[in-house]
């Protein structure tokens, strides 16, 4: 089974320079996430679909963060413009279904940003 | 808030050595408590799980006991081989939305 894949890896952007990152979760997960890992700290939820729609966008800076499943399946994560707060690792999950304890979530490697 | 406290990495150890890093939590209610690994270049993978007070979580040789009395998921392994280096996140996850508050993550390194 494939895992959750990420482009790019790696990114580096000037501010003020817009971004966007691309999320392909497991077949046939219906959740998908993203959240924001700063350097020394643990993973911060974003966003979180299920299927296209959002379920939970209450950290998300949508003054400059954007994000959409248009069809149920992949995902991108858009920052226009960029801070140098921004500079982090973006991770991508998935997970079948979207409560309950059991339910895990399977990360992707990230995609380093870096802004200068 | 929720929030998770780990300690300070990394800790370095020769392969065979006994390992500990310890958690502790704050949360209202009753929370499920994780370990989630991290392999270099690779996704977090969760690595082991609690759900209730004296439960014990156990996978690939490492434990965690949850304590509820110390709010406290110390991660444990008998013996560490040089392939357990990694980044170790504790995290917990209380509510109905059961997405996890993670700590800021403890750095492993094993010696051969």
């Known amino acids: 089974e494939a895992g959750v894949a990420q482009s790019p890896r790696y990114k580096i952007i000037e501010k003020r320079q817009s971004v966007a990152f691309w999320c392909n979760p497991i077949?046939?997960?219906?959740?998908l996430y993203w959240y924001q890992q700063i350097l020394g700290q643990g993973p911060k939820l974003l966003i979180q679909f299920q299927n296209n729609g959002v379920v939970d966008d209450s950290q998300l800076p949508k003054d400059r963060f954007s994000a959409e499943r248009l069809k149920g399946v992949d995902s991108t994560l858009k920052i226009q413009p960029a801070k140098l707060e921004d500079s982090a690792v973006y991770l991508c999950?998935?997970?079948?279904?979207?409560?309950?304890?059991?339910?895990?979530?399977?990360f992707g490697p990230g995609t380093r940003l870096t802004v200068l | 808030g929720d929030s998770v406290t780990q300690m300070e990495g990394p800790v370095t150890l020769s392969e065979e050595a006994f390992l500990t890093i310890n958690c502790t939590y704050t949360a209202t209610g009753y929370p499920s408590l994780f370990w989630y690994v991290q392999y270099p270049g690779e996704g977090l993978q969760l690595l082991l799980k609690?759900?209730?007070?004296?439960d014990k979580g156990s996978n690939k040789g490492f434990e965690a006991t949850y304590r509820k009395e110390t709010t406290s998921f110390h991660l444990e392994k008998g013996s560490v081989q040089v392939s357990d280096s990694a980044v170790y996140f504790c995290?917990?996850?209380?509510?109905?939305?059961?997405?996890?508050?993670f700590g800021r993550g403890t750095s492993l390194i094993v010696h051969p």
């Open positions: 077949s046939g997960h219906a959740t």
């Open positions: 999950a998935s997970s079948s279904r979207t409560g309950g304890v059991q339910n895990t979530q399977y």
């Open positions: 609690a759900t209730k007070a004296d």
């Open positions: 995290a917990l996850s209380s509510g109905g939305s059961y997405i996890p508050t």
